[in-house]
């Protein structure tokens, strides 16, 4: 059974003292690829040093991750430009969006970044990964100049609602990601992702973060994506094996690896 973790921060501290032992278990869980997003300039070596060292397994992305927009966000943008050009291992523009959940102060700035970060990804024929909390009505103000345009990309960590999911799935090229918040005993998604059809997802860890029930308040990692997995096909009524395939076709195919 394959699974791909189509979101997952590998590259940070928490897994300074344990890699290699967490790819192992991904591999041995049956993931097959790894993608990660960046979060802003200070996360550029790290990401590349991984991928480096798993080449074929973990893959980068490159952006500006909506919680460190502040005022020197434009010399940042500048980076993510730079490393566009200059490194054509990139497979998203990632992690993107806004998050105006601690903090409004630079929400402009980030519906700047957000729109110039979309642009980009238009220019390189790159999907975007979106990064979406309490903004869900100004990311689409921001997004909705580009709907009849090729864009296209993940609703990183959906935990919207039915409606919310109809108008994030109006963009036809975008699929929603799920992770271990699906698990949880308080959460909605389970009565919103029982219609949505399976070729419109992904799944995804965000490891460290957000580690799945029977892993609740651990440090997530890759190999919980198989938590996630068995919770999502207990929701379709389908057979892991199948919802295992059809959304790592989903993924591979969204950030051209599907061979």
Request: glycine share 4%; charged share 25%.
């Amino acid at each position: 059974m394959r699974l791909v973790d189509s979101h997952s921060h590998l590259f940070l501290e928490e897994f300074d003292e344990d890699l290699p032992q967490v790819v192992e278990r991904a591999r041995q869980a049956g993931v097959s690829h790894i993608f990660m997003p960046n979060i802003d300039s200070t996360t550029i070596a790290p990401l590349l040093r991984v991928c480096e060292e798993y080449p074929g397994y973990c893959f980068p992305m490159i952006g500006l991750h909506p919680t460190s927009v502040n005022d020197n966000y434009e010399a940042e943008l500048s980076v993510v430009k730079q490393q566009l050009l200059s490194n054509e291992h990139y497979v998203a523009v990632g992690e993107i969006g806004m998050d105006l959940y601690w903090d409004k102060t630079y929400e402009k700035q980030q519906r700047k970044a957000l729109d110039v970060q979309l642009s980009l990804a238009l220019e390189h024929d790159l999907p975007v990964v979106i990064h979406c909390r309490e903004a869900f009505e100004e990311i689409f103000q921001v997004l909705e100049p580009y709907k009849n345009t090729h864009l296209r990309g993940i609703w990183h960590c959906f935990t919207g609602t039915k409606e919310e999911a109809r108008r994030a799935l109006a963009f036809s090229n975008f699929l929603l990601g799920i992770n271990g918040v699906v698990t949880f005993k308080k959460s909605a998604l389970p009565e919103v992702l029982r219609d949505i059809p399976l070729d419109r997802m992904v799944l995804e860890t965000d490891a460290p973060y957000l580690a799945p029930v029977p892993h609740r308040g651990q440090r997530n990692e890759t190999a919980f994506v198989k938590d996630t997995l068995l919770k999502l096909a207990d929701i379709l009524g389908e057979l892991p094996e199948y919802v295992a395939e059809t959304t790592s076709a989903n993924a591979l195919k969204m950030f051209g690896r599907e061979s």
